[in-house]
């Protein structure tokens, strides 16, 4: 009833950016709503005052979801400021499934909207609603799997349980051998293993399926993490991350995709407590189309009954078990879904390269393990993936252009947190990475940046319309102080993807520093159409008014941006508590290794080889 009673959307700031109506599920003649229940004969009288009551176009679009899947704490509720509490619409928008933006790694072929996938259609031949033996589904199918088991709605659990299946791909890409050089695709290579070996897995879990993070909005109390467990032949455990104690409780050593919400005391958000938060320490969550790269190290233990196996699972639970234990009495135990799993056996001995056709192209495997190393800020290493990638396949454009973004993001001079993980220059979804508002230059010369525009040549040369690989040429350009062939570049790109956040940000700051005010004012304000909270926006506005002699609206962006810009005086309690949480900040470092305790060299952070 309150999604039908909506009368209209604001924008897409978030919760509350809608004009409520009165709840009917009929009207009058003028379109006078009438409150209360209706008999059904009335409705099957007259069903066209049915659906003027509780239908309208907008319903069908993301941007109606995104008045309550995008969040933000008010000052009003936290005495402190404004913070952004999840961008869920943000992260759709943003990705391969709007085919709104270039910035993602992948492409879909067509729109997917968050209406197609949580309201499929399910065949209904007895329903008067039905179109082609159809209905839009109810369900709501996603995440949620203690609603059901709560009220006891076994189908409902089914179901998504069912859902959730295979959303994210797993794939044990490599191994290393005392720390030498990578094995992968570890099943395509001839390599021998002993007892005694110190084995290193590579675990890439890609973000496939899913038209939003992993995992999505209030991170503190859903649960998702990674389980490795190797076993030899005979079924004795080897090592194990990632297991619940015979309480419940995770292995806090687990690599999970969470937050880490701290109060100004420094001390964990953990029971969901929003209003005291402070800031966000750590988010660990993979993007859309993106992937992340996991590390295990063990040691074959002599006298091992071959093959080894690794088994990894990705796993989810809605709410913690320290949640679910506070909030309700009896303390129940919700079900661990299993999303996705992979196994790998390694045989003590002469490992032989397996013959078949492999579940996904080998280039496309290196393309997702680049990808990862990408986001884990291991530019040169992302760099070797990528070519790997070209070598299989010469003509797949977008390698050439990923080998490029490796290339030139290296040289900005920015820091990763906060950083928008899409491959692009230092630019976000909802402002600048340092949260100052300023796009970032870089530190090299020009001329370092001539081996990523050799790359990108090559990706024009596979495929001269390819629109991703001009967008980081004119990105380039710009960081060059090149902004006349950045306009040229950027323009068509801006043109074609309307709703492209990173290009208009590009864009509009060229245009801005040529001072050609009144297309930097167009471009920056189609950025705060498509995110009302875009912190860049709000700062070049600032100025951009100014120059055209609109006072009043210059004050009120730079009354916007003081009040949400990044609050520095905030960091030392991230210091803080991490230096208090060595569990949970052996995380933080974004190439890390999970490690058994007699595996020789147990490392939290790897420092050399793969």
Known sequence: MVCHAIQRTQNTSGTGSYVMGIPAVMVKEDGTPIPGAAPFSEIMARPDLHRRAVMRDFYRTPEFCATCHKAAVPQSLNDYRWLRAFTVYDEWQGSSWSRQSLAPFYQKESESTCQSCHMPAEAALHDYARKNSAVRSHRWLGANTAIPVYYGYREQLQKTQTFLKDAVTVDIFGITRNNGPLIAPVEHQNFDIAAGDVITAQVVLQNSRIGHSLVPEQRDFYQSWVEFDVRDAGGKEIYHSGALDQKGFLDPEAHTYTNRLVT??????????????????????????????????????????????????????????????????????????????????????????????????????????????????????????????????????????????????????????????????????????????????????????????????????????NLRARYHQGAIYRLQNKFTAAIETLKPVVDAYPGFREARQELGYSYYVTQQFGPAREQFEALQAINPDDITANYYLSYIYLQLGMKEKAAEQIKIFEARKEDVAAEPVAQEFWSRHENVAAELPPYHVHAAAEAPGKLKVASAGH
């Open 264 to 465: 100004a005391a420094g001390k964990l958000v953990d029971l969901h407590q929003v209003w005291d938060t402070r800031l966000k320490a750590y988010d660990n969550t993979i993007m859309p189309g993106r992937s992340d790269l996991a590390r295990y190290r063990f040691q074959v233990p002599p006298g091992a009954r071959s093959p080894i196996t690794m088994t990894v699972r990705l796993n989810y639970r809605r709410f913690r078990k320290q949640y679910t234990n506070f909030i309700l009495a009896d303390h129940p135990d919700y079900p661990v879904v299993e999303i996705a799993s992979r196994k790998l056996s390694l045989q003590i001995g002469n490992n032989e390269r397996t013959s078949g056709t492999s579940w996904s192209p080998e280039y496309l495997r290196w393309n997702n393990y680049g990808i990862a190393l990408l986001g884990q800020v291991q530019f040169a290493r992302a760099a070797e993936a990528f070519r790997k990638v070209v070598e299989l396949n010469p003509r797949y454009a977008d390698g050439y252009t990923n080998i490029a973004i490796a290339s030139y993001t290296e040289l900005l001079d920015h820091k990763r947190e906060g950083s928008d993980g899409l491959g692009t220059p230092g630019l976000s979804m909802g402002g600048t990475p340092d949260g100052t508002g300023n796009l970032f230059l870089a530190k090299a010369s020009p001329e370092s940046f001539e081996p990523a525009l050799r790359a990108l040549d090559m990706a024009l040369k596979v495929d001269p319309g």
